[in-house]
């Protein structure tokens, strides 16, 4: 069972335009998740993560969204810029209970056109 | 300072074949991961490690996949008998503790003919 989701395998915004990367998961132990960015061979990097006592965290032009009565976050990125074309993961763990194993979506590819 | 490196960056083989890949680790880091991604799917989770020890090898998908971590620094993730569906991209991953974010090496591409 999939049990952290993205939904949509792409997405295209324009420049200066707001990015909304969707992510849901299902299990309820989950009590940490994280944003990765990942370009063409290379390893995925760490971009943004939040614990689940918060609905809220930001850094720069990045901000994650945690709605846990519905089992989502979000991140948005504001504004967009060519150089974020990439493919974005998002990850879930349940560190309280099983350390740092990470549980990841199947990634939303973000192209940012000029 | 240097992150978390990975030899080979590219391994070909035949099937049935012995593979060996490794990484190392950010100087410090105790815990380590190895994940799997096969084409249009998020990294899969296989193994990490506190220490020296196997903390979780839950994610190991059959007993051809072993991997060590004798020194509690270097990792080596062993795969016997090789297979065709073993093709994807073998990354891993250190942290301070497994309480802390984790940071990707740029993997290794294994590709099983």
């Known amino acids: 069972d999939q049990q952290v989701k993205q939904n949509s395998p792409s997405l295209r915004v324009q420049e200066g335009r707001i990015s909304i990367l969707n992510c849901d998961y299902t299990n309820s132990m989950f009590d940490y998740f994280l944003w990765y960015k990942k370009y063409p061979a290379e390893g995925p990097t760490f971009l943004i993560s939040i614990s689940s006592i918060k609905d809220k965290n930001e850094d720069g032009r990045f901000t994650v969204f945690l709605n846990k009565s519905a089992k989502h976050l979000s991140l948005h990125i504001v504004p967009s810029q060519p150089g974020d074309s990439a493919v974005y993961f998002c990850?879930?763990?349940?560190?309280?209970?099983?350390?740092?194993?990470?549980?990841f979506g199947q990634g939303t590819e973000l192209s940012v056109k000029p | 300072g240097a992150g978390v490196s990975q030899t080979p960056s590219n391994k070909v083989t035949e099937k049935g074949k012995y593979v060996e890949l490794r990484c190392d680790p950010i100087?410090?880091?105790?815990?380590l991961y190895w994940y799997r991604q096969s084409l249009g799917q998020g990294p899969e989770f296989l193994i990490y490690f506190q220490g020296t020890g196997a903390a979780d090898d839950s994610g190991l998908p059959n007993d051809r996949f072993f991997a060590v971590r004798p020194e509690g620094s270097v990792s080596t993730l062993k795969i016997q008998r090789t297979e065709r569906g073993d093709s994807a991209v073998y990354l891993c991953?250190?942290?301070?503790?497994?309480?802390?974010?984790?940071?990707f090496g740029p993997g290794t591409r294994l590709l099983v003919l």
């Open positions: 990850a879930a763990s349940a560190r309280r209970n099983q350390g740092g194993k990470l549980i």
């Open positions: 100087s410090g880091h105790t815990a």
């Open positions: 991953a250190s942290s301070e503790t497994d309480q802390e974010t984790q940071y």
